[in-house]
C-alpha cells in the first residue's frame, strides 16, 4: 500500500536551517506531481510546496518563497524539504503528500514531522 | 489566491441526524475544459494526517461510507454526512486545487 514517511523534523533556532525528507513506496512516485502541507499547532492546513514528477518545475506559498526549495530523487523514492531562513511562523507539522497521476487530486498524506522554530 | 470560506466553524450534530457543511470559494474552481469542479473534502481526527474523502465536488473515495455526500458547483460546495456516527467525528476541510497556490478552508470542527 502507499507510504510516505517524513523524517527530519526537529527543533530549530530562529534563522537556522533544516532538511525534510519524504520517502515514497507502494505507488508510481516518479509519476506522481508531489506536495508538502503543513499546520501550524492547533491550526489549519496549509499548502506549501508543489514539485512536477520529473523534478523540472516547483511551486512555492508565498510565505515560504525565497527560503525553502523543494526537491526530489526519483532514483530513490524520495522528496526534500530545504529550510532557510526559519521563523516562528514555520512551525508546524509537514506533511508529505501525493496527488493522483491521473487527475492531480491530493490524496495519499503521511504521518507528518514537526519542525518547532524557537530560541 | 482562491480564498475558501468553511461554515460554521464548530457543528454539534446528534446521532443519526444529517450534518451539513458549507464551503464557498472567492473565485470559481469549476474548469470550462472538463466541466469538473476541482473540489476536495478532507476528514482529519485527532492526531492523524488528513483523509481524502470526496474528490471533484461530488466523487465519494473508495472505502468512504455513502453516508458522506458532496454537491455544488462552481463557487458553493457542501458536505453532507446523512446519518451521523461517532467514527464521523473529525474536523472537515474543503480544498481547491483549480489554481496555485492551492487552498484550503479554515476547517469545521463537527462534533456530536
Known amino acids: 500500500q502507499v507510504q510516505l514517511v517524513e523524517s527530519g523534523g526537529g527543533v530549530v533556532q530562529p534563522g537556522r536551517s533544516l532538511r525534510l525528507s519524504c520517502a515514497a513506496s507502494g505507488f508510481a512516485f516518479s509519476s506522481s506531481v508531489m506536495h508538502w502541507v503543513r499546520q501550524a499547532p492547533g491550526k489549519g492546513l496549509e499548502w506549501v510546496a508543489l514539485?512536477?514528477?520529473?523534478?523540472?518545475?516547483?511551486y512555492y506559498a508565498d510565505s515560504v518563497k525565497g527560503r525553502f526549495t523543494i526537491s526530489r530523487d526519483n532514483s530513490k523514492n524520495t522528496m526534500f524539504l530545504q529550510m532557510n531562513s526559519l521563523r516562528g511562523e514555520d512551525t508546524a507539522i509537514y506533511y508529505c503528500?501525493?496527488?493522483?497521476?491521473?487527475?492531480?487530486?491530493?490524496?495519499?498524506w503521511g504521518q507528518g514531522t514537526p519542525v518547532t522554530v524557537s530560541s | 489566491d482562491i480564498v475558501m470560506t468553511q461554515s460554521p466553524d464548530s457543528l454539534a450534530v446528534s446521532l443519526g441526524e444529517r450534518a451539513t457543511i458549507s464551503c464557498k470559494s472567492s473565485q470559481s474552481v469549476l474548469s470550462r475544459s472538463n466541466n469538473k469542479n476541482y473540489l476536495a473534502w478532507y476528514q482529519q481526527k485527532p492526531g492523524q494526517p488528513p483523509k481524502l474523502v470526496i474528490s471533484?465536488?461530488?466523487t465519494r473515495e473508495s472505502g468512504v461510507p455513502d453516508r458522506f455526500s458532496g454537491s455544488g458547483s462552481g463557487t458553493d460546495f457542501t458536505l453532507t454526512i446523512s446519518s451521523l456516527q461517532a467514527e464521523d467525528v473529525a474536523v472537515y476541510y474543503c480544498h481547491q486545487y483549480s489554481n496555485l497556490p492551492y487552498t484550503f478552508g479554515r476547517g469545521t470542527r463537527l462534533e456530536i
Open positions: 471533484w465536488a461530488s
Open positions: 514539485i512536477s514528477y520529473d523534478g523540472n518545475t516547483q
Open positions: 503528500v501525493s496527488s493522483r497521476p491521473e487527475d492531480g487530486t491530493i490524496d495519499q
